[in-house]
């Protein structure tokens, strides 16, 4: 069966450290794999996606995610974070059968402190 | 463009009422999707259209309905609300691989 985990409730960070928010996945064949933002009161917002090529993709805000065939991973990265960035966060994989449906994980929400 | 707009915002409904939650996009994509959100269950698919007069089920179609008779619409109906449905109900459109969201409706059934 296809699914996305994300095994962190919350993650807690200071502002200007780096974060990593983490994602692991199980689909057979080559995952499409999104990263999507939620702020509060508001719809999702695309952050960023791997389709195929460098195992390290660059999105929006600063944001970054590194694919990992063999551990079946894709963690969302920031060299430096802002309070800003505090909202909830939802990992996806395409789902197979097509017509670019998404199956989301359960979301991390990051907190970041001043 | 105003992109996937969603009304309403917020509605409170008692059991065994009915009611639509309507989503329109400009952008002409082809692919629309109901999902609802629950705490700590990230989004389930609900119904997805591939196109004009074309619905398929998702994950969690039971006590919904939806149609799709324009590129732009795709309205998500409930027919005899029950508390199981309080949630926030997100509708998507797609182009290529990248979804973009409406800013949700909050639903709940007392």
């Known amino acids: 069966a296809q699914s996305v985990a994300q095994p962190e409730d919350q993650v807690n960070v200071a502002e200007g450290n780096p974060l990593t928010v983490k994602c692991t996945y199980s689909?057979?064949?080559?995952?499409?794999l999104f990263w999507y933002v939620q702020y509060p009161n508001r719809g999702l917002q695309f952050l960023l996606k791997y389709i195929t090529g460098d195992n390290l993709v660059k999105g929006s805000y600063g944001f970054e995610a590194e694919f990992n065939k063999s551990q079946t991973s894709f963690h969302l990265k920031k060299p430096s974070a802002l309070v800003s960035d505090s909202a909830l966060y939802f990992c996806?994989?395409?789902?197979?059968?097509?017509?670019?449906?998404?199956?989301f994980g359960a979301g991390t929400r990051l907190a970041v402190h001043p | 463009n105003a992109g996937v707009t969603q009304t309403p915002k917020f509605r409170i409904l008692k059991i065994g009422q009915s009611m639509t939650l309507q989503c329109t996009q400009d952008m002409n994509h082809n692919y629309m999707y109901w999902y609802r959100q629950d705490p700590g269950m990230g989004l389930k698919l609900i119904y997805y259209?591939?196109?004009?007069?074309?619905?398929d089920k998702g994950e969690v179609p039971n006590g919904y309905n939806v149609s799709r008779s324009t590129t732009e619409d795709f309205p998500l109906r409930l027919e005899l609300a029950a508390p199981s449905q309080t949630s926030v109900y997100f509708c998507?459109?797609?182009?290529?691989?990248?979804?973009?969201f409406g800013p949700g409706t909050r639903l709940t059934v007392l």
């Open positions: 689909v057979s064949g080559n995952p499409y």
């Open positions: 259209s591939v196109g004009a007069g074309i619905t």
């Open positions: 998507a459109s797609s182009y290529g691989d990248t979804q973009y």
């Open positions: 996806a994989v395409r789902d197979m059968r097509g017509y670019n449906k998404l199956i």
